[in-house]
């Protein structure tokens, strides 16, 4: 059950990485620093959540933290937060990115260790 949930989470992942990828182009973002910053944080989001979808690890799931929280305060550090679409496609994006990962890595840390036979 809790592999079928990560593997879900980290889906939604990689569908929140296309959606910031593509979002410079759908929502029209100036050219600069916000459409790199979607691109290149989009595409590392990406490049995690296949990673964790064909070996998972659990320090995808802490660079996927850190890459969240990075896309969601993004608009505020490289001031494109007077760019509506751009800053809030930046800080929905980044907080369930943040939220996803966090909810994996609470998932994994509550699962109890596996059971060894005595040898």
Known sequence: MLKRNLTL?????????????????????????????????GSAIGVVAVGALVAFTQWEEWVNLT????????????GFSSIANAMWTHVLVG??????????????????PARTAPG
């Open 9 to 41: 989470i980290d889906g939604i992942n990689l569908i929140l990485a296309i959606v910031l990828v593509a979002s410079p182009w759908v929502l029209s973002f100036p050219a600069g620093t916000v459409s790199l910053n979607a691109m290149i944080a």
């Open 67 to 78: 890459l969240g929280i990075w896309v969601l305060a993004s608009p505020f550090v490289l």
């Open 95 to 112: 907080l369930a990115v943040a939220v996803l990962a966090a909810v994996e890595l609470w998932m994994i840390t509550r699962e109890p």
